[in-house]
């Protein structure tokens, strides 16, 4: 595999990696109480030989604590929590990204701390249902809708997180402003109905991302700073709008001026989601000058063509490092893949599904050719 430049070096800001094979962040629901803990730690060290490991959603604050049993990076205990993942990946050479991410609307009661609000742009109610552990499938509520003061105490909290990440041992942050969560809720003119200076026009309704953009990268560094995006995407309410390519046009635009470290763009349409198309990519490409990341049903092959025409510097897989722990090296040697993804187990609460998959040295599983 010595022509690969899958498998060879690279960069983001001035991080440098042992190969553009990125772990893409995956919500897996194992922080109790919302605290990172050994079981975490051990998940991501096995997989610690991915260039670059993108945690699971985080949030920011208690306010961003929509689903049941994910982790936090807004108090102590959680950053030493944090801490426990962060030294594993390191022993092993690894390079790790905590994602901050605010759920705003997509989030229910029965999931929050108590003294803790649902927040969104607007009042704007989103369509669906998610899990509680209390009283299972629940309908979505109407979010309250967010005063400038909590705009600014918002932002704030992005900040202190982003601090935190760095004191926990991280080597940067990736703010999710895709999958219909808060930062991307600003975006939508369907999630995002103000009349103020933070909604309306496309340079309104972007507002709010490039201030939290903005702020990260002051308090820690825009070599330490990405953003993830997802055009197109129609997860957690997210309908298509007829501004959706100048919107991304004029967003991209504007975070290369900001000179951050990456944009991770990810497109859903492997699982059923709209297409991002080619226009878009190679637009974002043209646009940003700094790293990019694509993720999206890629295998072996397609991720090295995307890589070698200069459409992406990196290249992130999800579900294969689920159920591959070892999933560098199977792809660097041909390997067999193993297909044995317990999706029943993906948000459950212990090890089963999580930490229990074997490297192909360690154990016999159901196996297909590496693509």
Known sequence: MSGYKLFGPAAVGLLELKNRMVMAPMTR???????????????????????????????????????????????????????????????????????????????????????????????????????????????????????????????????NAAK???????????LHSANGYLLEQFLSPYSNTRTDNYGGSIENRCRFVLEVVTDVAEAIGKDKTGIRLSPYGTASDMPYYSEIQATYEYLSEQLNLLDIAHIHLVDHSAMGAPEVPIEMKKMIRSNFKNTIILCGGYDKARAEADIQSGLTDLVAFGRPFVCNPDFVERLINNWPLSTNLKMDLFYTADEKGYTDYPSLKAGVDKLQPTL
């Open 29 to 159: 629901c194992r922080a109790i109480g919302n605290l990172p803990n050994e079981h975490m730690a051990s998940y991501y060290e096995q997989r610690s030989s991915a260039g670059l490991i993108i945690t699971e959603g985080t949030s920011p604050s208690p306010n961003g604590l929509g689903y049941a049993r994910i982790p936090g990076i807004f108090s102590q205990q959680q950053m030493d929590g944090w801490q426990k993942t962060t030294s594993a990946v390191h022993k092993n050479h690894g390079k790790i990204f905590v994602q901050l991410m605010h759920t705003g609307r997509i989030s229910h009661r029965d999931n929050m701390p108590v003294g803790s609000m649902i927040i969104a742009p607007s009042a704007v109610k989103a369509a669906g249902q998610m899990w509680t552990d209390s009283k299972q499938m629940q309908d979505f509520t109407v979010p309250t809708e967010m005063t400038y003061e909590c705009i600014q105490s918002t932002e704030q909290e992005y900040t």
């Open 164 to 174: 935190n990440a760095l004191a926990a041992g991280f080597d940067g942050v990736e």
